[in-house]
C-alpha cells in the first residue's frame, strides 16, 4: 500500500476510535440520543478513509461524496475481499445521514433519535443499530488489517 493509502486507513481507523470511544464512554454517560447522529456521522467518515484507503492503493482518483466513493468501489469489491452486506452497511450509513441532512423535524423518543421526511415517513436509531454499525465498521477494518 502506497503512503498516503496508509494514511488514510490511519484515519478510517481514528474515525472508528472515536465512535467507539463516543458510544462506549460518552453516551452511557449523557444518554443524549443525539450523539447517536454524531457516532454514525464518525462511522461514515471512517469508511470513507477505507474507500479512500483502497481506491488510492489502486491509483483511482477518488470522488467526494460516501455514495459516490461506494460506487467506485463497487467493481472492485471482490479483489478487496468485501462482501455485498458489507456494501449494504456502507449505503444504510450513507442513507441515514442523507435523511437526516433533508430531515425537517428530528426529535428524542426515549433513547433513540427519531428522523422525519417532508413526508413523515421515519428513520429511528438506536443504540443496538449503532452498535452493530460499529461492529460492521471494525469487522471491515480488521479484515483489511489482517490482508
Known amino acids: 500500500m502506497n503512503n498516503s493509502g496508509k494514511i488514510s486507513l490511519n484515519k478510517a481507523f481514528d474515525h472508528f476510535q472515536t465512535a467507539e470511544h463516543l ?18 456521522k464518525s462511522i461514515s467518515n471512517g469508511i470513507e478513509y477505507f474507500i479512500q484507503s483502497l481506491l488510492e492503493q489502486e491509483k483511482l482518483s477518488v470522488p467526494e461524496g460516501l455514495l459516490q466513493k461506494i460506487n467506485t468501489l463497487r467493481p472492485l469489491i471482490q479483489k478487496h475481499h468485501l462482501s455485498n452486506e458489507e456494501i449494504v452497511f456502507m449505503l444504510r450509513i450513507q442513507e441515514i445521514l442523507h435523511l437526516q441532512q433533508q430531515s425537517p423535524v428530528e426529535f428524542k423518543r426515549g433513547d433513540t433519535r427519531v428522523i422525519c421526511s417532508d413526508d413523515y415517513d421515519i428513520e429511528v436509531l438506536s443504540p443496538k443499530d449503532v452498535e452493530n454499525f460499529l ?9 483489511t488489517k489482517n490482508s
Do not use: D, M, S, W
Open 135 to 143: 461492529q460492521h465498521l471494525k469487522k471491515i477494518l480488521q479484515n
Open 23 to 40: 458510544y462506549h464512554t460518552t453516551f452511557p454517560v449523557a444518554k443524549e440520543p443525539k450523539l447517536l447522529l454524531a457516532i454514525v
